[in-house]
């Protein structure tokens, strides 16, 4: 069983915080320089930090872009991140944009003055824009200097509304998107303060059952997987921080009548050779009574992924938890029962999945 810890990679984790920081140097000394009173000695040293710290934003950015264009983990690339997603890459579009705005405003800048990375060493202007006419310069640049500060506005207000939206997540929400981002040991220390610093729990296979049963022709029918994994992460003190993750082997279903199990396992119902596993995932879970839950997540099972709420009761004793539940499917919203079983005269679409599991804290 993995564990669903999971963090992205330290390129990543570097490459955003350094941006933060620019982000947040950039904003503060592009105020400062351009509130000076005009002749103030700090003012050329003033401009050459933000012009060298732009730059830097510059190269970051690029190595971001190149970074985003690989291929996300799985987790990174969940549907219900949608928004969130969107102000990522406003974000990435806003941190390459503003510092090539600043560029190309110092390039088309009247005052012709360079760009000295660190006070010393020259970075090159956009000839095409220092070769223009004064004339067209004394067009251009008052209009680059306006659209400058407007994106560099909008990339900060952006930047602040996506940290106020993770510390959300985190501290209201108890998802683990901050401590992704974060280096390992401020990941630690994050999660200790954390409300939701769930338990990781280890299932006992042995001693755990995932069922099935249904209707055929109104009589009872009932079976079990025989093989599935789960990764359960949960604080019953703060259940909408839990994380599960059952990966159940389709092959390994069986009801004790061969006959049925064949057909189950063939192409019109479950197709175990064409989809071999069926997952449930679900993050988050709401306390109905007392020791009683609703965890509301996704199914895959053949080629569809539909919603699915799970009712379970937990009871913790002596270290070790138990789980009881139930889902209720609809097969046919899945596809299962196909050709001639596509009725649901012969057998009842409704299926009930129960789970008995018996775990322990991980060490
Ligand atoms: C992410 C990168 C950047 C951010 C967040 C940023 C931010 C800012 C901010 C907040 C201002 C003040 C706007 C105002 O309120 O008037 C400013 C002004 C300015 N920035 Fe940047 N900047 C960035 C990159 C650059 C780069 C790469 C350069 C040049 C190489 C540059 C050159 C300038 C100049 C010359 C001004 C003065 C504009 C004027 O008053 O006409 N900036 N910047």
Known sequence: MQGLQTRHPFPTIALHWIGAALVVALAATGYAMTRLAPGDPGQFTLYQLHKTLGVAALLLAVAR??????????????????????????????????????????????????????????FPRIESLRAISPEAKSLVEPRLSTMHAALAWALVALAAAHALAALHRHFVLGDKVLRRMLPVLAAASVAAMSPAAATTWIVDPARSTLGFAGLETGNRFAGRFGRWSADVAFDPAQPQGMQVRVVVDIGSAATGDGRRDTLMLGDDWLDASGFPRARFEATGARALDAGRYEARGTLALRDRIRPVAIEFTLEVADGEARARGTASILRTEFGVGRGMWSGIQVVAPEVLVSFDLVARPAP
């Open 65 to 122: 872009l190149a970074a985003a264009a690989r291929r996300q983990p799985r987790w990174a690339m969940r549907r219900r991140d949608r928004g969130a997603r969107a102000v990522q890459a406003a974000l990435l579009a806003l941190a390459l944009v503003v510092p090539m705005s600043g560029w190309a405003l110092v390039s088309a800048s009247r005052l012709d003055m360079p760009i000295l990375l660190a006070g010393f060493m020259e």
